[in-house]
């Protein structure tokens, strides 16, 4: 039977547009960005209003860094701002925070940052807001097989067990802002069944009225993971 009706669990979201936001602006990309970390407010608090128990971030991916120097330093400031000053909120609001990527290897400032934040929503239940923070799915993949070959077989299941996402539910919808139609190394190995959105709004415009809209599309979307 096709499954449909469903709700989604996991959503995941590839934030892109906001030095395109900025530019129809005349503004500085990191007005952007700025912009950008707004809308990622907005949803984060939308999650779980809409019952997601987990929400994916696509913040900065490990291709990200051959951006100008100017315009890395600005998104690191800009994240390290969004942790220090929403911890309370999500603290307040049941949200954990998870990073995925190869966050160790940021600034020892950035990890310290971080390995606080986690550790105070460590405890917190409702939604988990996961940030992927110098992420590619490629270099997700190769860390989690080699950890799967150090335990013994490389199989799928000892793949996915060691994948950053493991924790989570499985991955339900992934959704991209402002236009582009590729998924840009993310999630790869979590997208083989999940469903896709694309939508033309660039990331600061997108609302929580938006969201709502992939996931009304998503719930009457037919299942089948290859059964009939
Ligand atoms: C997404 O917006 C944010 C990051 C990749 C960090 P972009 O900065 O990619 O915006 P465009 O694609 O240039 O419009
Ligand atoms: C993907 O967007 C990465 C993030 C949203 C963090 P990019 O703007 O970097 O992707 P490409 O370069 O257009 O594929
Ligand atoms: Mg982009």
Known sequence: MPETDHRARHVAIIMDGNGRWAKKRHLPRVAGHRAG?????KIVRAA???????????????????????EVSDLMGLMK???????DEFAANDVRLKIVGNWRALAPDVVAL???ALARTAGNKRTTLAVALNYGAQDEIVRAARAAAGEGAITAE???????????????????TSGEVRLSNFLLWQAAYA?????DRLWPDFTPADLAAALDQFARRERRFGGL
């Open 48 to 70: 779980g209003d809409l019952g997601l128990e987990a929400l994916t971030l696509y913040a900065f991916s490990s291709e990200n860094w051959k951006r100008p120097e100017e």
């Open 158 to 176: 000892a793949i996915e067990a060691h994948l950053d996402t493991a924790d989570l539910p499985p991955l339900d919808l992934l959704i991209r």
């Open 37 to 41: 970390v707004e809308a990622v407010r």
């Open 114 to 116: 971080i390995e606080d």
């Open 195 to 199: 469903e896709l959105y694309f939508t």
């Open 81 to 87: 701002r969004f942790i220090v000053s929403d911890i």
